[in-house]
């Protein structure tokens, strides 16, 4: 999404926080003493509910002020209800409450207060916080919880990441998008998604997101029928792939390594092996990596050096999967780094080696 503000000519400025506005309002003071000129100034700082209204009727309020809720959406005075962006609800994965302004869930609510009022048996649930927006020509979806909420709550989960194109990459059109899928090691349990691509984001979130409301599994990604032809899907489904790949991690059929901890592994000794092929690896690399196609590896394995753990790089993770399979039955330790050169250019291009 940063790229692609920036190739549309924004300026982004990040690291640093604003201090004051002056000159009514058309220079902004950021905290390194530097000044940003600007006519029109929207400030995007969080959402609190407006909920003085409550307040004043004595009603208990928690987190941002937000008004505290049942399951049937009463408030601590049985004949008051409350929906929308001014309530607490339930994260549907932890449990605990959770200030989620959306759209869809507040409608939900409105219907489920109706229901409720005309003496239906109705409890809500809570919400997941699937959302979606568009940045020019990318999208960008969520649903679920993503690391930060997860490390916050102490909860142990592994991360997987896909890229596979929107539809059969054959047929015109189609575009990649990049897919991170959250769950827990032990058994599969879903835990939250996110997904950047040009086309075919919303469909893709929506089935993930409706996977997470079953309690599905990684497992059972691989088992959903999704609807099928070139100029939708693959006959495997980006879903069907998601599931595949992370129940490999599963049944430590591979190892992964994240973007964030190649670089340190690699300083303690482990060798960063480039699957790709030689002029994909010329025209950029990880530093500190070695070049070995993987047509040639099966020939060449012996330049390798057992002694030493491995960790294979391709451009999303395919081949280095391959790779890390090959390797692996013979007799090497090796990794795999999730998401490939794609996922570690996008977050330090300035790393990037020629």
């Known amino acids: 999404v940063e790229l692609e503000l920036l190739k549309n000519k924004l300026c982004i400025v990040k690291g640093k926080s604003l201090n004051k506005l002056e000159d009514a309002g058309a220079t902004l003071v950021l905290d390194d003493g530097s000044r940003l000129q600007a006519d029109i100034i929207?400030?995007?700082?969080?959402v609190a509910p407006e909920t003085s209204l409550a307040r004043d009727a004595q009603l208990d309020l928690g987190?941002?002020?937000?008004?505290i809720v049942n399951e049937q959406l009463q408030t601590n005075d049985p004949s008051i209800f409350a929906i929308g962006d001014a309530i607490l609800v339930n994260q549907m994965i932890s449990g605990k409450p959770a200030l989620i302004p959306l759209a869809s869930p507040a409608n939900r609510q409105g219907r489920m207060v109706a229901d409720i009022i005309s003496g239906m048996d109705r409890s809500y649930q809570g919400t997941l916080g699937t959302a979606i927006v568009r940045t020019f020509d990318q999208v960008a979806a969520v649903t679920g919880l993503n690391e930060k909420a997860l490390r916050r709550d102490q909860v142990s989960f592994e991360v997987i990441h896909t890229t596979p194109p929107?539809?059969?990459?054959?047929y015109p059109g189609s575009a990649p998008m990049t897919i991170k899928l959250i769950f827990v090691k032990k058994t599969g349990r879903l835990l939250g998604a996110q997904i950047v691509g040009k086309q075919g984001v919303d469909k893709t979130i929506d089935v993930l997101s409706t996977a997470i409301k079953a309690g599905m599994s990684v497992s059972d990604l691989t088992e959903?029928?999704?609807?099928?032809?070139?100029?939708?899907?693959?006959a495997k489904a980006p879903v069907n792939l998601l599931g595949y790949a992370a129940q490999n991690m599963l049944?430590?059929?591979v190892d992964s390594v994240q973007w964030h901890e190649v670089d340190q592994r690699v300083n303690k000794g482990?060798?960063?092996v480039d699957v790709r092929t030689v002029d994909e690896y010329s025209m950029g690399h990880l530093p500190n990596s070695t070049n070995l196609p993987l047509d040639e590896l099966r020939n060449r394995i012996s330049e390798l050096p057992k002694e030493r753990k491995l960790i294979v790089t391709c451009q999303v993770g395919l081949r280095g999967?391959?790779?890390?399979?090959i390797l692996a039955q013979n007799g090497y330790q090796v990794s795999n780094l999730d998401g490939g050169f794609k996922l570690y250019k996008a977050v330090f291009p300035e790393r990037i080696q020629k």
């Open 224 to 234: 959903l029928e999704l609807a099928y032809a070139p100029p939708f899907n693959s």
């Open 42 to 46: 929207l400030m995007s700082v969080g």
């Open 166 to 170: 929107d539809h059969a990459s054959y």
């Open 251 to 253: 049944e430590d059929a």
């Open 63 to 67: 987190i941002r002020g937000a008004v």
């Open 321 to 325: 999967y391959l790779a890390a399979r």
């Open 270 to 272: 482990e060798m960063l």
